[in-house]
Antibody, heavy 125, light 107 residues
Framework: QVQLQESGPGLLKPSGTLSLTCAVSGGSISSNNWWSWVRQPPGKGLEWIGEMYPSGSANYNPSLKSRVTISLDKSKNQFSLNLSSVTAADTAVYYC??????????????????WGKGTTVTVSS | DIQMTQSPPSLSASVGDRVTITCRASQSIFSYLNWYQQKPGRAPKLLIFAASSLQSGVPSRFSGAGSGTDFTLTISSLQPEDFATYYCQQSYSSFRTFGGGTKVDIK
């Protein structure tokens, strides 16, 4: 079955750029799914960051949109997150997830059914 | 953006109890509602999608109901492994949003 694995630096300095990669195994990143990033600050709830479709279409959280880029690398079967101008408020566990779809009649339902284990990113000087 | 409000934020219950968690959307999201379970130090796990469809492998004691703006997640008989935090999430909007979570702990 499909598995996801995040990787990237665990410690960043303020004003730097966070770059994470999510490797997809057991399936193709070119399949009809959205590929998402979600984060969770320490002791807090889940925050959706954004997602990308294999066609290149992307959706982003408006509160982060000016700083976020998600990209897909089909040759490596992985997708990436870049978050610029980081501050301590960006300290969190970052998860990648597959946002699958189910078609019921004319309606497409979406749900995040596969998740990576998460990677902790700390922003500190 | 669509705000998702869960209640209660936390609850204490005993093994065998029937537990119901509520999620309310700030506008109609039809049945575009998912539920996740998260245990400490672990990634979220999908329980219910499309408001009432049980994800494969999830025990049948979990059920979801509702449409429009009001939704519920019910655990019919709480088991020791169910003590966790539960989140709702809407997928109606291309800007996905989660509820604040409901922590279920042992009474």
């Amino acid at each position: 079955q499909v598995q996801l694995q995040e990787s990237g630096p665990g410690l960043l300095k303020p004003s730097g750029t966070l770059s994470l990669t999510c490797a997809v195994s057991g399936g193709s990143i070119s399949s009809n799914n959205w590929w998402s990033w979600v984060r969770q600050p320490p002791g807090k709830g889940l925050e959706w960051i954004g997602e990308m479709y294999p066609s290149g279409s992307a959706n982003y959280n408006p509160s982060l949109k000016s700083r976020v880029t998600i990209s897909l690398d089909k040759s490596k079967n992985q997708f990436s997150l870049n978050l610029s101008s980081v501050t301590a408020a960006d300290t969190a566990v970052y998860y990648c997830a597959r946002d699958s779809q189910m078609v019921r009649g004319i309606i497409n339902y979406y749900y995040m059914d596969v998740w990576g284990k998460g990677t902790t990113v700390t922003v500190s000087s | 953006d669509i705000q998702m409000t869960q209640s209660p934020p936390s609850l204490s219950a005993s093994v065998g109890d029937r537990v119901t968690i509520t999620c309310r959307a700030s506008q109609s999201i039809f049945s575009y509602l998912n539920w996740y379970q998260q245990k400490p130090g672990r990634a979220p796990k999908l329980l219910i999608f499309a408001a009432s469809s049980l994800q494969s492998g999830v025990p049948s004691r979990f059920s979801g109901a509702g449409s429009g703006t009001d939704f519920t997640l019910t655990i019919s008989s709480l088991q020791p492994e169910d003590f966790a935090t539960y989140y709702c999430q809407q997928s109606y909007s291309s800007f996905r949003t989660f509820g604040g979570g409901t922590k279920v702990d042992i009474k």
